[in-house]
């Protein structure tokens, strides 16, 4: 980079000089326009790089009518779920000019319309990022389109168009996991729900239900018991269920979180896991391999999924390898991990 004589920074006025182009084609080149040639892009771009010039990001802001961010919402109770789909964005992101905003809201108030206006209004960014529970509200994915701003919605299932939406098989691996324990004989099997509105949550449940009805088995009412995907509710769950005359011999619950809880409770009650009491949970997340013994759970790709929900997202402002990431759509899909907290009942 040979810069200015000196010291002086270069302009965009000298770029174009350069590039023998007007203010306007180098702008539109730098804000990565599509009605660009392919030789005036690359004459532009060797220009930027001889003269070294660093665009302005407040000015491209200005040309482009959007801040360079993309905003993730979010009324998640599982802060690690977060922070593993924030992460994949930013894997996404990193040699982009983007920066990633996180804006937690509150699913249940009557201003949460307003409130993302606003907000959406106020930051301007390029696109947004709703995360379950939100992303199944239909009223948010409106006002976003009314806005003007991308979005992509996240779920356990479909929610919308494929270009609006990154989805998992939440229903179809629960299935694939509960009939492991019918396999291995167990008949007794308890449940514990994620937390109510979820869809995630639904998906889990109906998945559990449907492999046992497989089974010729069904769901006795004792053996059912409510969650929030938080470890309190597991521990609660516990209690309730390993409390019975009859307890379940294995228990799915929707998260790890809340196995973690339940086998706390196995532990102080001296029901030896996997011998009397099998446990499977879902999202594989630390939790899974940091507690004994090591849970077999649910492997829910939910940093993949952030990687690609930036990709639908902004695909014009990642560059070559950020495109190149996860492109296999398998990379999306939820898998079952069988470790050490399973077994035969009665082992």
């Given at each position: 980079?040979?810069?200015?004589?000196?010291?002086?920074q270069?302009?965009?006025?000298?770029?174009?000089?350069?590039?023998?182009?007007?203010?306007?084609?180098?702008?539109?080149?730098?804000?990565?326009?599509?009605?660009?040639?392919?030789?005036?892009?690359?004459?532009?771009?060797?220009?930027?790089?001889?003269?070294?010039?660093?665009?302005?990001?407040?000015?491209?802001?200005?040309?482009?009518?959007?801040?360079?961010?993309?905003?993730?919402?979010?009324?998640?109770?599982?802060?690690?779920?977060?922070l593993?789909?924030?992460?994949?964005?930013?894997?996404?992101?990193?040699?982009?000019?983007?920066?990633?905003?996180?804006?937690?809201?509150?699913?249940?108030s009557?201003?949460?319309?307003d409130?993302?206006?606003?907000?959406?209004?106020?930051?301007?960014?390029?696109?947004?990022?709703?995360?379950?529970?939100?992303?199944?509200?239909?009223?948010?994915?409106?006002?976003?389109?009314?806005?003007?701003?991308?979005?992509v919605?996240v779920?356990?299932?479909?929610?919308?168009d494929?270009?609006?939406?990154?989805?998992?098989?939440?229903?179809?691996?629960?299935?694939?996991?509960?009939?492991r324990?019918?396999?291995?004989?167990?008949?007794?099997?308890?449940?514990?729900?994620?937390?109510?509105?979820?869809?995630?949550a639904?998906?889990?449940?109906?998945?559990?239900?449907e492999?046992?009805?497989d089974?010729?088995?069904?769901?006795?009412?004792?053996?059912?018991?409510?969650?929030?995907?938080?470890?309190?509710?597991?521990v609660?769950?516990?209690?309730?269920?390993l409390?019975?005359?009859?307890?379940?011999?294995?228990?799915?619950?929707s998260n790890?979180?809340?196995?973690a809880?339940?086998?706390?409770?196995a532990?102080?009650?001296?029901?030896?896991?996997?011998?009397?009491?099998?446990?499977?949970?879902?999202d594989?997340?630390?939790?899974?391999?940091?507690?004994?013994?090591?849970?077999?759970?649910?492997?829910?790709?939910?940093?993949?999924?952030?990687?690609?929900?930036?990709?639908?997202?902004?695909?014009d402002?990642?560059?070559?390898?950020a495109?190149a990431?996860?492109?296999d759509?398998?990379?999306?899909?939820s898998?079952f991990v069988?470790?050490?907290?399973?077994?035969?009942?009665?082992?």
């Open positions: 980079m040979v810069g200015q004589a000196g010291g002086k270069p302009t965009i006025n000298d770029v174009a000089a350069l590039a023998g182009v007007s203010k306007k084609t180098v702008s539109r080149v730098i804000n990565r326009s599509e009605f660009i040639s392919e030789k005036t892009r690359k004459a532009v771009q060797g220009a930027i790089e001889t003269l070294g010039f660093v665009p302005n990001p407040q000015a491209r802001a200005l040309a482009f009518r959007r801040n360079f961010l993309i905003a993730l919402l979010h009324d998640n109770p599982n802060a690690q779920t977060v593993n789909f924030q992460q994949g964005v930013l894997d996404a992101i990193k040699d982009s000019d983007l920066a990633l905003l996180v804006r937690p809201v509150d699913r249940g009557d201003r949460l319309l409130d993302v206006r606003t907000f959406l209004e106020k930051q301007r960014p390029i696109g947004a990022m709703l995360l379950p529970p939100i992303s199944e509200n239909d009223d948010l994915a409106a006002l976003c389109e009314t806005l003007g701003v991308r979005y919605r779920g356990s299932a479909p929610l919308d494929p270009q609006h939406c990154v989805s998992s098989n939440d229903h179809d691996v629960v299935k694939e996991a509960v009939r324990l019918v396999d291995l004989g167990h008949r007794r099997i308890g449940f514990v729900r994620g937390p109510e509105g979820f869809r995630s639904a998906e889990r449940e109906k998945g559990f239900r492999a046992l009805a089974a010729g088995l069904s769901l006795a009412e004792e053996h059912y018991a409510p969650g929030n995907y938080r470890y309190a509710a597991g609660e769950a516990g209690e309730k269920l409390a019975l005359a009859e307890p379940p011999t294995a228990i799915f619950c790890d979180e809340m196995a809880g339940v086998m706390s409770v532990h102080g009650k001296g029901i030896a896991v996997p011998g009397a009491l099998s446990i499977i949970g879902f594989d997340s630390p939790t899974a391999t940091h507690i004994w013994p090591a849970l077999s759970t649910v492997r829910w790709p939910i940093r993949q999924m952030g990687v690609r929900a930036a990709q639908l997202l902004v695909p402002f990642l560059g070559a390898g495109k990431i996860d492109p759509p398998a990379a999306l899909t898998t069988e470790r050490q907290s399973v077994a035969p009942p009665g082992r």
